[in-house]
């Protein structure tokens, strides 16, 4: 197990270096790099099947380090997943405003009468408006689903955890005051994620309030 461990661990680092890449990349190569980035994420998904089979069957004393290392690497990944979709999503978002824009700009006005006249610094003044609240949406937007989906996952992670902890705990015989106290904190996170998800939903609303 532990070499796919080492290898899966390694491809994660990497691929989040070659993240900073789809900023920089131009319009010609960065279709490639966001295929090259999502070829290695479904290769680490591969890998993370392997390894869990694997961790089950690791020894009684290691099984539950095991499931734990493999939990945080599936983690990374799908953050690692939700940012490029999100980047895949402004780039596609960009380009269609960039066409529209190029369409306005090339359009033939023509008029009926001397007095009609078309106020294009008006018309182009606020096409850039346009988008830069667009712009500014679908990043607000783009951060906060990454911010929700980072919440979900965490949640799904220390359910798994709070689970395994209850497990060991019943190993060692841990007494029953300790056990609830594990229960209260789990409880406890629950409610700080639903407040966090709350006030990312405000911030949002406010946002948009303010940016229209």
């Not at 270096?17 to 990349?25: D, Y």
Request: charge should be neutral.
């Amino acid at each position: 197990m532990e070499p796919l461990y080492q290898q899966t661990h390694k491809q994660v680092h990497e691929i989040q270096s070659h993240m900073g890449r789809l900023e920089t990349a131009d319009k010609q190569s960065v279709h490639l790099v966001e295929n090259e980035i999502q070829a290695s994420i479904d290769q680490i998904f591969s890998h993370l099947e392997r390894l869990e089979i694997l961790s089950s069957k690791e020894p009684p004393n290691k099984r539950q380090n095991a499931k734990l290392r493999v939990d945080q690497l599936k983690y990374d990944v799908q953050h690692l997943q939700t940012a490029l979709r999100n980047f895949q999503q402004r780039r596609y978002t960009r380009e269609q405003q960039e066409r529209q824009r190029e369409e306005l700009l090339s359009r033939t006005f023509t008029t009926n009468d001397s007095d009609t006249t078309i106020p294009m610094d008006e018309s182009l003044q606020f096409n850039s408006s346009l988008q830069k609240i667009h712009h500014g949406m679908d990043d607000l937007i783009g951060g906060g689903h990454s911010i929700l989906e980072g919440l979900r996952a965490q949640r799904l992670t220390l359910k798994g955890t709070q689970k395994k902890i209850l497990d060991i705990a019943n190993m060692l015989g841990l007494s029953n005051t300790v056990m609830r106290l594990i229960e209260k904190r789990a409880f406890q996170d629950k409610y700080f994620m639903i407040g966090g998800m709350l006030l990312t939903c405000v911030v949002m609303f406010l946002a948009v309030q303010y940016l229209t």
